[in-house]
């Protein structure tokens, strides 16, 4: 038998709660997807057990101060580790009575480790390991089709699809994380119940879908998504019918390395108008930040042409943002996808490399106060007068407080700049 890693203090914690459990008299293993993980050769990110102990008796077993109450109604107790060792979730064996809206189950019902694992989404996420004899409890093929890497829903998918929306979403999601094939019935069932996708809730979707994005096998995720007809239904306003449309969505994110959400995102609506892709980010109830920073890769990547001409102190102006990275690599990825040269990607990429921190973005040489206190008299135009005060100083014309004083009288003077 092969011996599995579960050595790691997280594995080595988890082990202990089930032996504890064990020893108290009840069933416990480990469940779900971290036996997927440890099956398939991986160190799992977090070990989940599953108990024929009730919640009230977990908690009674490990103790109050130990034990948090996460999901009570569902039976979920949080055990608390050490430092280092992370928590565990302990979820008693359940079956979830009827779903009436498609997204959670109307009740639950403790039951045996064999009922628990029918209830779960795929048959590679629905076994249990007994780590302390290393042994794999399968009750329902998921050690097959984690050979033959396919993605298969427990049961009837028609029917677990009505029951819990999400899981068409899981789906996409599991088959390309590890590569795998969707089964044939599965991937028809979703197709029939794409439409009701909309039920989930945004939050969730936008879940799933940054999980989907940061992986590296995002290009695989999406292509199913679109061919199962999700993406056309989750964002109407962002079309990935036509292949026009959707051969440079893809041509793009094939070309980042390890992107941010915010960059994937702009990835994806390269080519839609910034307000647009605002508000696919409300739709998704991203956070502020979040759809601040995808909104401003776009519109960014939209005004990027032609950056050599540019003043001096555009180009710092630009270099100086915190999300340019991601701009000169969602340029690039842009400029590729669509056959083009990318020498504006080039130039901010070599300008960012030769010039200094300091020299991208130099404390100002004077302040509002200096202006004052030179005698300037304060008014509605002093910001405009300091910004090009500042353009000035970032296009090499000045260098000193002094020279920014001359420089501001002159103007003034002249009523040069609109100043
Ligand atoms: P990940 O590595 O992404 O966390 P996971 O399989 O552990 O993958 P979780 O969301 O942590 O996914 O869920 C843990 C387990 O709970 C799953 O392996 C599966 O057995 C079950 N599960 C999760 N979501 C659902 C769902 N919507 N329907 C049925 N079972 C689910
Ligand atoms: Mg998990």
Same mark, same amino acid.
């Given at each position: 038998?092969?011996?599995?890693?579960?050595?790691?203090?997280?594995?080595?914690?988890?082990?202990?709660?089930?032996?504890?459990?064990?020893?108290?008299?009840?069933?416990?293993?480990?469940?779900?997807?971290?036996?997927?993980?440890?099956?398939?050769?991986?160190?799992?990110?977090?070990?989940?057990?599953?108990?024929?102990?009730?919640?009230?008796?977990?908690?009674?077993?490990?103790?109050?101060?130990?034990?948090?109450?996460?999901?009570?109604?569902?039976?979920? /107790?949080?055990? *608390?580790?050490?430092?280092?060792?992370?928590?565990?979730?302990?979820?008693?064996?359940?079956?979830?009575?009827?779903?009436?809206?498609?997204? *959670?189950?109307?009740?639950?019902?403790?039951?045996?480790?064999?009922?628990?694992?029918?209830?779960?989404?795929?048959?590679?996420?629905?076994?249990?390991?007994?780590?302390?004899?290393?042994?794999?409890?399968?009750?329902?093929?998921?050690?097959?089709?984690?050979?033959?890497?396919?993605?298969?829903?427990?049961?009837?998918?028609?029917?677990?699809?009505?029951?819990?929306?999400?899981?068409?979403?899981?789906?996409?999601?599991?088959?390309?994380?590890?590569?795998?094939?969707?089964?044939?019935?599965?991937?028809?069932?979703?197709?029939?119940?794409?439409?009701?996708?909309?039920?989930?809730?945004?939050?969730?979707?936008?879940?799933?879908?940054?999980?989907?994005?940061?992986?590296?096998?995002?290009?695989?995720?999406?292509?199913?998504?679109?061919?199962?007809?999700?993406? *056309?239904?989750?964002?109407?306003?962002?079309?990935?019918?036509?292949?026009?449309?959707?051969?440079?969505?893809?041509?793009?994110?094939?070309?980042?390395?390890?992107?941010?959400?915010?960059?994937?995102?702009?990835?994806?609506?390269?080519?839609?108008?910034?307000?647009?892709?605002?508000?696919?980010?409300?739709?998704?109830?991203?956070?502020?930040?979040?759809?601040?920073?995808?909104?401003?890769?776009?519109?960014?990547?939209?005004?990027?042409?032609?950056?050599?001409?540019?003043?001096?102190?555009?180009?710092?102006?630009?270099?100086?943002?915190?999300?340019?990275?991601?701009?000169?690599?969602?340029?690039?990825?842009?400029?590729?996808?669509?056959?083009?040269?990318?020498?504006?990607?080039?130039?901010?990429?070599?300008?960012?490399?030769?010039?200094?921190?300091?020299? /991208?973005?130099?404390?100002?040489?004077?302040?509002?106060?200096?202006? /004052?206190?030179?005698?300037?008299?304060?008014?509605?135009?002093?910001?405009?007068?300091?910004?090009?005060?500042?353009?000035?100083?970032?296009?090499?014309?000045?260098?000193?407080?002094?020279?920014?004083?001359?420089?501001?009288?002159?103007?003034?003077?002249?009523?040069?700049?609109?100043?």
């Amino acid at each position: 038998m092969t011996e599995f890693v579960t050595t790691t203090p997280a594995a080595l914690f988890a082990a202990e709660v089930v032996r504890k459990l064990q020893t108290a008299g009840y069933v416990a293993y480990w469940a779900g997807g971290c036996v997927r993980d440890l099956l398939r050769g991986e160190t799992p990110e977090d070990y989940d057990v599953a108990t024929s102990a009730a919640p009230d008796e977990v908690r009674h077993l490990f103790g109050k101060r130990r034990t948090l109450a996460i999901g009570a109604a569902f039976g979920v /107790i949080l055990v *608390r580790g050490q430092p280092g060792e992370g928590d565990v979730e302990v979820a008693t064996f359940r079956t979830e009575g009827p779903y009436k809206d498609g997204r *959670r189950p109307d009740r639950v019902a403790f039951c045996t480790a064999e009922e628990d694992a029918v209830r779960r989404d795929f048959t590679i996420n629905g076994m249990f390991f007994d780590p302390l004899t290393q042994r794999v409890m399968d009750y329902v093929g998921g050690e097959a089709d984690l050979r033959s890497g396919i993605v298969r829903a427990i049961g009837d998918p028609v029917a677990r699809f009505e029951e819990d929306k999400l899981r068409m979403l899981r789906a996409v999601r599991m088959t390309a994380r590890f590569g795998f094939q969707l089964d044939e019935p599965t991937a028809r069932a979703v197709t029939a119940h794409a439409a009701s996708i909309t039920v989930v809730s945004r939050e969730r979707v936008a879940q799933e879908l940054k999980k989907m994005l940061l992986n590296e096998r995002r290009v695989v995720a999406l292509t199913l998504a679109r061919d199962l007809g999700l993406l *056309r239904v989750l964002f109407p306003d962002w079309p990935t019918e036509s292949i026009d449309a959707w051969q440079p969505v893809l041509a793009r994110l094939s070309r980042l390395v390890s992107p941010g959400f915010p960059l994937a995102l702009a990835s994806l609506w390269h080519d839609l108008a910034p307000e647009v892709v605002h508000d696919l980010g409300r739709g998704l109830r991203l956070s502020n930040d979040e759809i601040g920073q995808t909104v401003w890769l776009v519109a960014e990547a939209a005004r990027t042409h032609g950056v050599a001409d540019w003043s001096l102190a555009r180009q710092k102006r630009l270099l100086a943002e915190p999300g340019a990275n991601d701009l000169i690599a969602l340029v690039r990825a842009g400029r590729e996808a669509q056959g083009q040269p990318t020498d504006d990607a080039d130039f901010l990429a070599r300008r960012q490399r030769e010039w200094t921190a300091g020299e /991208i973005n130099p404390s100002p040489l004077i302040s509002g106060q200096d202006l /004052i206190a030179a005698g300037l008299r304060p008014g509605p135009r002093f910001k405009a007068l300091l910004e090009a005060l500042r353009d000035a100083q970032l296009n090499g014309e000045i260098g000193t407080p002094e020279s920014a004083i001359d420089l501001a009288r002159t103007w003034i003077a002249g009523n040069l700049r609109g100043v």
